[in-house]
């Protein structure tokens, strides 16, 4: 009963964060909705088990990449923007289509996965997906994959720079 | 009522799903990235439930390295949005569709 409980407070809270940065009209408001919404799905994770990828969730996402949206969106120092009123054409095909994804997905939710195992319930521990399993994962099926990541990082930190140098081209 | 894998998969789509509205709606280039990296949450967020699932931790492995190469691609993106305001004092996808300068 209590899952159930979690597991709709956390829904509601991440789809009202989803619903508040399509709608908000100044993007500094957008980007504060998501981080609500970032927090609710790391909650989320906390509710399956996933205690590490939970904690990197906040670290690295609501703590790192949302700052550093919010720090570029103060630098640009954007005045608020026109509301989202007229349904012009452009906006009508974009809900059709919108409507379209989301039949998609939820029947493909409905008509393949009916009949999926349930849940192991949180009274019962799952060593297969505890920390110390994505540790010894991480550190030896993927050793590379994660050495490649740490490139990857390095790559994108020198790019970043070298586009936002003053004088660049 | 248990809660179980359907309920984690129909949050991840209706999540997935704001995020394509925001794309497809929204014309500031930085709210376009926000919700990039909402429909990136949505898709982790059904990996996780998979990975507790199957009981296999190799999902949640994934999701750690979709989280790496999201920081990696904000750090790229909003360098590219702040060099595209400086020489055109606009992030409207709009006004800045066409690659040439």
Known sequence: MLETFLFFLFAVLAVAGGLGLVTSRNPVSGALWMVLCLFAIASLYLTLNAAFIGVAQILVYAGAIMVLFLFVIMLLNLGALPALGGLTPRRLVSAALTVVVLAQLLAVVAIRFTGAPALPTADVPVEATSTEALGIALFTDHAFSLEMIGVLLLAATIGAVLLAKRRFV | ?101
Not at chain 2, 15 to 44: D, K, P, W, Y
């Open chain 2, 1 to 101: 009522m248990p809660v179980d894998l359907n309920w984690y998969l129909s949050l991840s789509a209706v999540l997935f799903t704001l995020g394509v509205l925001g794309v497809l709606l929204r014309r500031n280039a930085i709210v376009v990235f926000l919700s990039i990296e909402l429909m990136l949450n949505a898709v982790n967020l059904s990996l996780v439930a998979f990975s507790q699932a199957f009981g296999d931790v190799d999902g949640q492995v994934l999701v750690f390295f979709v989280m790496a190469v999201a920081a990696a691609e904000a750090a790229v993106g909003l360098a590219i949005v702040i060099a595209l305001f400086r020489n055109r004092e606009t992030v409207n996808i709009d006004d800045i569709s066409l690659l040439r300068g």
